[in-house]
């Protein structure tokens, strides 16, 4: 049975949108998690467009608002010195990859609807590979750039990266990265008064776990493509500027421990069996009361989401301790 792109969801949600000729592909991509910000309110009509694809494509709205406002400051018919065009400034050739991957046979990126939505999955699909500062650094200095960067110096969070190699990225991208992340920030003390920072940093922690799903188990990798249980932790922490240690004995030491009746959404939880330690990240995914853990898991099943670790003898057998990173 044949699957409709995602982007029909968006058709669905939004309306009528702008005489789109949609093809119906197999293997349509899965939608990402709900962003944790979803309660914030747009304040005006382009906002409403960018959250409902923000909404789609998994993006935190704070995230989405800081961007576009980078991007055009909300100027549906902005175009910049070499090409990039619309509200999120999406360049041409950029487009017509997106377009081919959504399966858009025609489209205007002068239309506020569709730039929203190209700009959002492209966004989405940068963040799912390199975590949010290096996921904006590659919307905007582009992902082969970020790729290269990587490659010569892995292993380093953005804020390490800059301080030791930040000659090597260009200051128009370092000042986009930065401007972004403080417009993000105001934008979620704004509107979650009650959540503290360490809990914004929780939902960004589950978030980009889960985003995660999917990818693939190799001992010792410790991301963006493929991770080990610890590996998976230490760059989903390492995205938000937490050293967490790179491997489960160095966490154990290095992170405060809790207990089980403290456990808080985004904590680790470890175990020890016969063959080796193993750790993931709790949160309670399925919304049902339980504990859930996003972890790395085999070779063969990659990076999953364990339902309901705590109701399997196979796990709670094997426990040794919960730590936190906040």
């Given at each position: 049975m044949h699957a409709v792109v995602r982007i029909l969801s968006v058709l669905l949600i939004a309306g009528t949108w702008a005489g789109w000729e949609v093809l119906e592909r197999q293997n349509a991509p899965v939608t990402s998690p709900a962003p944790f910000s979803a309660t914030i309110a747009p304040t005006t009509d382009v906002e409403a467009l960018i959250f409902t694809a923000a909404d789609i494509y998994g993006v935190d709205r704070a995230l989405a608002r800081a961007v576009l406002t980078q991007e055009s400051g909300g100027d549906a018919m902005a175009t910049s010195a070499v090409g990039a065009a619309g509200l999120m400034q999406v360049m041409p050739g950029t487009a017509a990859g997106i377009a081919q991957e959504l399966g858009v046979l025609s489209y205007d990126l002068y239309d506020p609807q569709t730039n929203a939505t190209f700009g959002m999955y492209y966004l989405s699909e940068k963040i799912k590979r390199y975590g949010v500062p290096f996921g904006l650094a590659a919307y905007n200095w582009g992902p082969s750039a970020v790729d290269g960067l990587l490659s010569r110096h892995p292993g380093m969070d953005w804020a390490a990266m800059v301080a030791a190699y930040g000659g090597e990225i260009p200051e128009e991208t370092?000042?986009?990265?930065?401007?972004?992340?403080?417009?993000?920030?105001?934008?979620?003390?704004?509107?979650?008064?009650?959540?503290?920072?360490?809990?914004?940093?929780?939902?960004?922690?589950?978030?980009?776990?889960?985003?995660?799903?999917?990818?693939?188990?190799?001992?010792?990798?410790?991301?963006?493509?493929?991770?080990?249980?610890?590996?998976?932790?230490?760059?989903?922490?390492?995205?938000?500027?937490?050293?967490?240690?790179?491997?489960?004995?160095?966490?154990?030491?290095?992170?405060?421990?809790?207990?089980?009746?403290?456990?808080?959404?985004?904590?680790?939880?470890?175990?020890?069996?016969?063959?080796?330690?193993?750790?993931?990240?709790?949160?309670?995914?399925?919304?049902?009361?339980?504990?859930?853990?996003?972890?790395?898991?085999?070779?063969?099943?990659?990076?999953?989401?364990?339902?309901?670790?705590?109701?399997?003898?196979?796990?709670?057998?094997?426990?040794?301790?919960?730590?936190?990173?906040?």
């Open positions: 370092r000042g986009y990265v930065a401007s972004i992340l403080a417009q993000m920030e105001e934008t979620q003390v704004a509107y979650t008064p009650r959540v503290s920072s360490s809990g914004a940093v929780r939902a960004r922690v589950i978030q980009l776990a889960l985003a995660q799903v999917g990818k693939g188990y190799v001992l010792g990798a410790a991301g963006p493509d493929t991770f080990d249980c610890s590996g998976l932790v230490h760059w989903v922490y390492a995205q938000q500027g937490i050293e967490t240690g790179r491997d489960t004995f160095a966490q154990l030491a290095q992170l405060p421990p809790i207990d089980a009746n403290q456990i808080q959404a985004g904590d680790m939880i470890y175990f020890q069996f016969s063959w080796d330690q193993h750790t993931g990240i709790l949160a309670d995914v399925n919304g049902d009361g339980r504990w859930d853990m996003i972890n790395a898991g085999t070779p063969q099943i990659g990076v999953v989401v364990t339902d309901n670790v705590f109701g399997d003898p196979f796990w709670t057998n094997a426990i040794i301790g919960y730590r936190r990173a906040l």
